[in-house]
């Protein structure tokens, strides 16, 4: 659980880093270091009425404020930012 309350319509997403795996399971690194966009959302503000805590959600590559909490990165960002749920 995480100790921040977005406001608003705002959303915390922690950004996920999803490995790429050959056939044979050996993991590649990104060697562009770009910014991934897809996220899990951690919470939400009172006003963001779409996402729920836990939805897996696609947003813009160069959306949201950059945070660290005890270690882990997120973004935080206005609910309008993000592109769409994944089911």
Do not use: W
Request: no cysteine.
């Amino acid at each position: 659980m995480v100790n921040f309350k977005p406001t608003d319509d705002h959303v915390l997403v922690e950004v996920q880093n999803e490995e790429q795996k050959t056939a044979s399971g050996l993991i590649v690194p990104s060697a562009t270091g770009e910014k991934k966009n897809i996220g899990i959302v951690r919470a939400k503000g009172d006003n963001a009425g779409d996402v729920s805590v836990n939805d897996k959600v696609v947003f813009g590559k160069f959306k949201g404020e950059e945070i660290e909490l005890n270690g882990v990165k997120y973004l935080v960002m206005r609910e309008l930012e993000i592109a769409g749920i994944i089911e």
